[in-house]
């Protein structure tokens, strides 16, 4: 059984930084495009990265230039680096593991980290 658990979310003052790291169990890991979503209280989830598994990188346009994603096949894991926070960052941040978008039926998905960008 695949789990992925993400950790790293927080509260984090406007223009600070956070890491956000998703870790995955299983073997299929280095095989699999990795991302990230995130939705906010009363809208919908949102694409913010994804990761190919050979290593080419997209990102939602609000994101572009202040975040970076990567990953680390060696530890089944991969970060969300986040730099120059905003407070409409703020949301639930969701890793997914599987197909490139995470759009697939049987994509795997984790339980979420919450990341609050307040003053």
């Known amino acids: 059984q695949v789990q992925l658990v993400e950790s790293g979310g927080g509260l984090v003052q406007p223009g600070g930084s956070l890491r956000l790291s998703c870790a995955a169990s299983g073997s299929i890991f280095s095989r699999n495009a990795m991302g990230w979503y995130r939705q906010a209280p009363g809208k919908q989830r949102e694409f913010v990265a994804r990761i190919s598994s050979i290593g080419s990188t997209d990102y939602a346009d609000s994101v572009k230039g202040r975040f970076t994603i990567s990953r680390d096949n060696a530890k089944n894991t991969v970060y969300l680096q986040m730099n120059s926070l905003k407070p409409e960052d703020t949301a639930v941040y969701y890793c997914?593991?599987?197909?490139?978008?995470?759009?697939?039926?049987?994509?795997?998905w984790g339980q979420g980290t919450q990341v609050t960008v307040s003053s």
């Open positions: 997914y593991m599987g197909t490139l978008y995470g759009l697939g039926p049987s994509d795997y």
